[in-house]
């Protein structure tokens, strides 16, 4: 029997659907996935179109697949401290962090963004990865007076350099001092938000946060959309091409339960996102003393590779991770985790998890992608803007329009 290549996937009641689907799909959604066990759209029908549109203009994404687990209670500050190796005594309330969430081997769990609401208040947007019962088998035992719940709570992305005006429109002048991964609560139009200054593009952004979002879901897309039109705001699946320039990464495919911090780049050269020195004895800590002590034998890099264009990774065109060889050799040495063709770099690039010796600048490599084994070179990563200055920017400075 032939393979059918782009099997159709199947839309019916046993998947969740995010609180901003039926008014999602209205811009004709191309391809779906299922992303904790929701249907997420992917993309509307040309990636590199919408690529082209986030860096030049300003796009809108629903990620309500982003499920908010809820942490309250008067412990709630001690409780979260213990699920992640970032040190929360230096999280302001009103502030975001970009946390991983670890298995007592220093295995990565999950890598939310933690929105920190009050002192003993706090959302972790959730990548795709279970942790609402992870989080709640921990507490049980405890002794820690906390509530875990999944918040009925909708987050869609508004990103790109004209994202500030849009905002601006829905939110008045006083969204401009929302800084770099903080956060603020506003109403519009009866609704109750949160919005931060994040995002998976490594682009200037927000992320809007709707409570009742199953209640008022589509009643936000469509005040968004109205907002938006005057700017030529475009519906878009979430823009792998540009997360994989910019050096985000993608749980379960660059990082998972049988990776670590370390390995990842996480670690030794970004030594906030793991806190050894901190007091607090979180879920891990000592097997990443051992970790960081021992030694990593992989690493994470950024690779080019060669040979005709790749698809944009949320196409379809990346099935499975791909074969790194050394050049005359038949026995895989790694393999690359996330790979695209960057338009504006005119390359195709990606990311390679390597035996630490073969993962400096320069290393020359073998990969087996579709159409044949190519040539390959370890270079650096984020491959562009790896400061950040784009999505850091003072956006009272920037000239609107």
């Known amino acids: 029997m032939a393979v059918i290549e782009s099997p159709e996937i199947l839309l019916y009641p046993r998947i969740r659907?995010?609180?901003f689907f039926y008014a999602s799909r209205r811009h004709g959604v191309a391809k779906y996935s299922v992303y904790n066990h929701t249907y997420h759209p992917r993309h509307y029908g040309d990636p590199v179109a919408e690529y082209w549109h986030l860096l030049n203009g300003v796009t809108l994404w629903d990620v309500g697949v982003e499920r908010q687990i809820e942490i309250t209670g008067p412990d709630a500050f001690t409780f979260t401290n213990m699920l992640v190796p970032r040190d929360l005594n230096k999280c302001k309330v009103g502030q975001c962090k970009y946390v991983f969430i670890t298995a007592p081997d220093g295995g990565i769990i999950n890598d939310p963004v933690l929105l920190?609401?009050?002192e003993n208040h706090f959302w972790l947007s959730l990548a795709d990865?279970?942790?609402?019962?992870?989080?709640?088998?921990?507490?049980?035992?405890?002794?820690l007076d906390v509530t875990i719940r999944e918040a009925d709570v909708g987050p869609v992305q508004i990103q790109g350099p004209k994202s500030r005006d849009v905002m601006v429109d829905l939110f008045g002048e006083d969204i401009l001092d929302i800084g770099y991964y903080y956060c603020a609560e506003y109403e519009l139009d009866g609704m109750n938000v949160v919005v931060s200054r994040t995002g998976y593009t490594s682009e200037l952004g927000f992320?809007?946060?709707l409570h009742n979002a199953s209640r008022d879901g589509v009643k936000l897309w469509d005040k968004?959309?109205?907002a938006g039109t005057p700017h030529d705001i475009r519906v878009i699946g979430p823009?792998?091409?540009?997360r994989i320039e910019g050096g985000i990464l993608a749980w379960g495919s660059d990082i998972g339960l049988d990776t670590n911090p370390f390995e990842v780049g996480y670690g030794y050269e970004v030594s906030w996102m793991v806190d050894l020195a901190q007091e607090a004895d979180f879920i891990g800590k000592e097997a990443l003393k051992r970790i960081r002590d021992n030694g990593i034998d992989r690493k994470?890099?950024?690779?080019?590779?060669?040979?005709?264009?790749?698809?944009?990774?949320?196409?379809?065109?990346?099935?499975?991770?791909?074969?790194v060889y050394l050049p005359g050799s038949d026995n895989p040495v790694g393999k690359v985790t996330s790979a695209c063709?960057?338009?504006?770099?005119e390359k195709n690039i990606g990311f390679a998890m390597l035996p630490i010796e073969l993962a400096g600048p320069g290393i020359e490599l073998v990969i087996e992608r579709p159409g044949g084994a190519v040539p390959a070179t370890v270079v650096p990563k984020p491959f562009i803007d790896p400061q950040k200055s784009l999505p850091k920017q003072n956006l009272h400075q920037l000239v609107s329009g």
Do not use: T
Not at 129 to 143: E, F, H, K, R
Not at 341 to 345: A, E, G, K, W
């Open 17 to 19: 659907k995010s609180p």
């Open 116 to 118: 920190r609401l009050g």
């Open 129 to 143: 990865s279970d942790v609402l019962l992870w989080a709640q088998g921990l507490a049980y035992n405890s002794g």
């Open 207 to 209: 992320e809007i946060y």
């Open 224 to 226: 968004v959309i109205e």
């Open 239 to 242: 823009c792998h091409i540009r």
């Open 300 to 323: 994470l890099a950024g690779v080019e590779i060669g040979g005709a264009p790749l698809g944009s990774y949320n196409d379809g065109s990346m099935v499975d991770s791909f074969p």
């Open 341 to 345: 063709f960057s338009p504006r770099m």
